[in-house]
């Protein structure tokens, strides 16, 4: 049984070939899937400033015109972050394959750090201006209407849920492919 064991261990393990314009347009096209991500998150960080700063100047009530003010605050904020830390690097034309395969883990692992990172900067910034105007709602609706307010806040918090779901789920996609690239060797 230990002669089969060592047979196995010390067998010779094909090297996986991939070629260097293979690795390029894998490059390519997570650069791409990167850029198209980070432009509909812009967008539509910039629809809730608009929304939200356009509420904030026509209401005078003071607890929403603080929420729409901080609401509005954490759609540019994570607008912002997703620029300057979620944005992906060209893929160099003219690079040696060991070097290509650097560059993809190091794109890769920012993406996935990035993805892991959602409850802080993402999401954690909306939570102020929601809460307080889910609060707000609660304690000033009519007895009968505060149904609505707690309805705000429980699809709040779903919807948050399901957004650290999702990118908890594309970090661990984003995990496979740097095992993927480990096998390949640098």
Not at 16 to 25: A, C, D, G, P
């Amino acid at each position: 049984m230990e002669e089969l064991r060592d047979i196995w261990q010390n067998q010779e393990v094909e090297e996986m070939k991939i070629s260097v314009e293979e690795l390029r347009t894998k490059a390519a096209r997570f650069r791409r899937g990167i850029v198209r991500r980070n432009l509909t998150e812009q967008l539509a960080c910039g629809a809730v400033a608009i929304w939200f700063g356009t509420e904030f100047w026509k209401t005078a009530v003071v607890i929403p015109r603080i929420s729409f003010a901080l609401i509005a605050a954490a759609a540019l904020y994570v607008a912002w972050h997703i620029q300057t830390r979620g944005r992906a690097g060209a893929v160099p034309v003219d690079m040696a394959r060991s070097n290509l395969i650097e560059f993809q883990r190091t794109e890769l692992e920012k993406q996935r750090d990035l993805l892991k990172g959602v409850w802080r900067w993402y999401l954690g910034p909306f939570v102020a201006g929601l809460g307080l105007l889910a609060i707000w709602g609660m304690v000033v609706a009519p007895t009968g209407r505060r149904w609505s307010a707690v309805a705000f806040a429980v699809t709040s918090v779903l919807i948050f849920w399901g957004i650290g779901r999702l990118n908890r789920s594309a970090a661990r996609k984003l995990e496979e492919q740097l095992e993927e690239l480990k096998s390949l060797g640098a």
